[in-house]
T-cell receptor, first 118, second 116 residues
Framework: NAGVTQTPKFRVLKTGQSMTLLCAQD?????MYWYRQDPGMGLRLIHY???????AKGEVPDGYNVSRLKKQNFLLGLESAAPSQTSVYFC?????????????????FGPGTRLTVL | KQEVTQIPAALSVPEGENLVLNCSFT??????LQWFRQDPGKGLTSLLL?????REQTSGRLNASLDKSSGRSTLYIAASQPGDSATYLC???????????????FGKGTKLTVNP
């Protein structure tokens, strides 16, 4: 099992450019999440999905769009990148939500994508 | 709004020392609390998950406790080793509005250095 993988690992964009970050998991997890990690801010939830074909907003959704066309993939899109979106982006997945089946409730994280917007 | 605070922000200890990392949260209405480890340039690795009805969890040299009423959790690391050097993150789970899922609210982490 590869677990959670993210593509690309690094990317530099100019302001106004667009790009898509890909997250893939091979654990048959229902739930998938996108976080961003900024110095002094901790990790914050951008968007999440509770199943194929569903998406919902997290804490900091502005400037991002997501899609979950296949259960194993969760895409994060930046339509018009801004310097404020310079960050490290993490994808995570889980089988069950916390509190339902605790042994399967933990979130598994990908290695991250380091994005710089100039 | 739920806020998670971790103290200290950084800690440097000699090898073999027992140590405690602290986490506090402002709203006791959490589902669970989870401790993660993050190595530089890497993703997060889950260490321990404590359900809100539990008081502690243990895994090897790690022991995590939870006092929900006072909004505190501690991560105890016994006989620390240089390989334990990493940033340790605490996160509490809160309900999301859709699908019964839950979200994690993270602290900013404690950067631990264990010196040989």
């Amino acid at each position: 099992n590869a677990g959670v993988t993210q593509t690309p690992k690094f990317r530099v964009l100019k302001t106004g450019q667009s790009m898509t970050l890909l997250c893939a998991q091979d654990m048959n997890h229902e739930y998938m999440y996108w976080y961003r990690q900024d110095p002094g801010m901790g990790l914050r939830l951008i968007h999440y999905s509770v199943g194929e074909g569903t998406t919902a907003k997290g804490e900091v959704p502005d400037g991002y769009n997501v899609s979950r066309l296949k259960k194993q993939n969760f895409l994060l899109g930046l339509e018009s990148a801004a310097p404020s979106q310079t960050s490290v982006y993490f994808c995570a997945s889980s089988y069950w939500p916390f509190g339902v089946q605790p042994l399967k409730a933990e979130q598994f994280f990908g290695p991250g994508t380091r994005l710089t917007v100039l | 709004k739920q806020e998670v605070t971790q103290i200290p922000a950084a800690l440097s200890v000699p090898e073999g020392e027992n140590l405690v990392l602290n986490c506090s949260f402002t709203d006791s209405a959490i589902y669970n609390l989870q401790w993660f480890r993050q190595d530089p340039g890497k993703g997060l690795t889950s260490l321990l998950l404590i359900q809100s009805s539990q008081r502690e969890q243990t895994s090897g040299r790690l022991n995590a406790s939870l006092d929900k009423s006072s909004g505190r959790s501690t991560l105890y690391i016994a006989a620390s080793q240089p390989g334990d050097s990493a940033t340790y993150l605490c996160a509490v789970s809160l309900p999301l509005t859709q699908g019964g899922s839950e979200k994690l609210v993270f602290g900013k982490g404690t950067k631990l250095t264990v010196n040989p």
